[in-house]
């Protein structure tokens, strides 16, 4: 039986009259046998990268094939019918397109969409330019998470934006990873690269939250910082608002701020830790007051991965930090108590727990 693109492609032929591409047969075979063999048998990432990279790389040849020919066959129906032989044939892609009409003397443009049920790294954004002899792939960008594009709106001249997202299944504490960029086709077969989260955020963004809409990204995410602590409620968070930027790409145009004192406690504990295994006079001082409670304090402490504990008042009261002192081969508890006056936090207790 054949595939329903080839049934298609004869109809097309017989009411257009046009020359329509090859059927790809031995491509749709060379697909499935790299899915089924080389993709499913792969022993490390390395392996599995160039599995993904060819299979991409035959999806490539099946849409260039379809775009080079008369139409009907470069329409984005034609294509998707080819696309969906080859999603019958493996079925563990996903293979979208979406097309971009030409404007001026710019060539139109066919994204792709592609991902492998189940496979890492293999969120596939595909930017093909141009139809006829001279079509293209303009730009290609292959991430892990779940991949979605959507067309923003034109920059000068009707010059073309896509902006894409891979977005990572929810983790531990609520979080998932979240890369982004921005693609601009500036000339008329060329499209770049205009923003990225990796330029901001080149170890990874990991979001509470995220939203998009037409020239605008948001995320809401926990900035790490000194004394920073995972897991828990009510963290510090930025809510960055991302907008298109005159001279291309995005730009902060707004921030706000959550929980700012959870950072700037974090930032205090830490000050006090390294002032004490340091014997710095000076910061201690200023962080602990009181001289008594002071020199009780062991230069051993250190802190613990415990969630700093408000009381009813929150953070306009007294909160306990949770701290570690090493002594004669054990582990001592220690709970320091802090408030925040006009010049920052300062200690105003600290006691061992279980003594």
């Not at 591409?21 to 749709?28: I, K």
């Not at 093909?128 to 730009?139: E, I, K, L, Q």
């Not at 690269?193 to 948001?218: H, I, K, S």
């Not at 009261?317 to 802090?338: F, I, M, Q, S």
Request: with cysteine; net charge neutral; glycine share 12%.
């Amino acid at each position: 039986m054949r595939p329903s693109w080839f049934r298609g492609a004869v109809v097309a032929v017989l009411l257009a009259g046009a020359s329509a591409p090859a059927p790809a047969v031995d491509r749709l075979e060379h697909f499935r046998a790299v899915a089924r063999e080389r993709l499913a048998g792969a022993v490390d990432g390395a392996e599995r990268d160039r599995a993904i990279g060819e299979l991409y790389e035959v999806v490539d040849a099946e849409v260039l094939d379809s775009l080079r020919g008369d139409e009907p066959f470069s329409s984005l129906v034609f294509i998707r019918e080819r696309l969906d032989a080859m999603m019958e044939s493996w079925g563990g892609a996903t293979l979208r397109v979406l097309r971009i009409p030409g404007a001026g003397s710019r060539a139109p443009l066919t994204v792709g969409l592609y991902s492998l049920t189940g496979v890492e790294g293999s969120g596939s954004l595909r930017v093909y330019a141009g139809t006829g002899p001279r079509a293209a792939v303009a730009a290609s960008s292959t991430h892990d998470g779940l991949l979605d594009a959507r067309v923003w709106p034109a920059g000068p001249e009707r010059m073309a934006r896509v902006f894409a997202v891979w977005s990572g299944p929810p983790a531990a504490h609520g979080e998932r990873t979240l890369h982004a960029e921005l693609w601009e086709a500036r000339e008329h077969d060329r499209v770049t690269r205009a923003w990225t989260t990796g330029t901001q955020w080149p170890d990874g963004l990991r979001v509470m939250d995220w939203r998009t809409q037409a020239g605008e990204l948001v995320v809401r995410y926990e900035p790490r910082y000194p004394g920073w602590k995972p897991g828990c409620a009510e963290q510090f968070e930025h809510e960055d608002h991302y907008r298109l930027a005159p001279a291309g790409g995005l730009a902060l145009a707004r921030r706000q701020v959550a929980n700012g004192w959870h950072r700037d406690l974090g930032v205090a504990s830490d000050r006090l830790f390294r002032a004490l295994a340091e014997d710095d006079g000076r910061t201690l001082g200023l962080l602990v007051p009181a001289p008594g409670l002071r020199a009780r304090l062991p230069k051993g402490l250190g802190p613990e991965a415990l969630c700093e504990q408000a009381g009813p008042a929150g953070s306009r009261g007294p909160v306990t930090v949770a701290a570690t002192e090493l002594r004669d081969g054990r582990r001592v508890p220690w709970a320091l108590t802090w408030t925040r006056g006009p010049a920052g936090w300062r200690v105003q207790g600290a006691v061992p727990v279980l003594e």
